[in-house]
């Protein structure tokens, strides 16, 4: 965010990904890449003016893999997130006192947060287990 915002309310700044990733194969050989960023920033230009301020990134990857019925072979899952909020150096805040929400009593908070997940299930043909 770079400019000039000012309100005399909360001000929410969020960058948010959710992605959903579901592989179902009875090949020998399965691979699966997710990537993903989400990035919530102030950049060292920005002038903010509000009574609270919530900058937030989150990323929500669900990642679910099914091989099934299978003799030999190989199953790789890659799964790379980048989830970043932060204040550039040189950017003006000027925060009053007032609450984020009801349930969040900070007048200035910043948050990265990841809850992404990964499921692999794998089984194997009667005929390749001895």
Request: charged share 15%; with cysteine; glycine share 6%.
């Amino acid at each position: 965010m770079y400019g000039i915002i000012a309100t005399t309310d909360t001000l929410t700044i969020a960058a948010e990904v959710n992605n959903a990733v579901a592989v179902s194969s009875s090949s020998n050989f399965v691979t699966v890449d997710s990537f993903s960023s989400a990035e919530a920033r102030m950049g060292r230009q920005a002038i903010i003016t509000a009574n609270a301020l919530c900058l937030t990134a989150y990323t929500g990857i669900d990642v679910d893999v099914t091989v099934s019925d299978i003799f030999f072979g190989s199953t790789r899952v890659t799964s790379q997130q980048q989830t970043f909020a932060l204040v550039e150096g040189g950017a003006t805040l000027q925060v009053g006192t007032g609450s984020i929400s009801a349930d969040e009593q900070a007048s200035f908070l910043v948050q990265a947060r990841d809850s992404s997940t990964i499921q692999t299930l794998v089984s194997f043909h009667d005929d390749a287990i001895s």
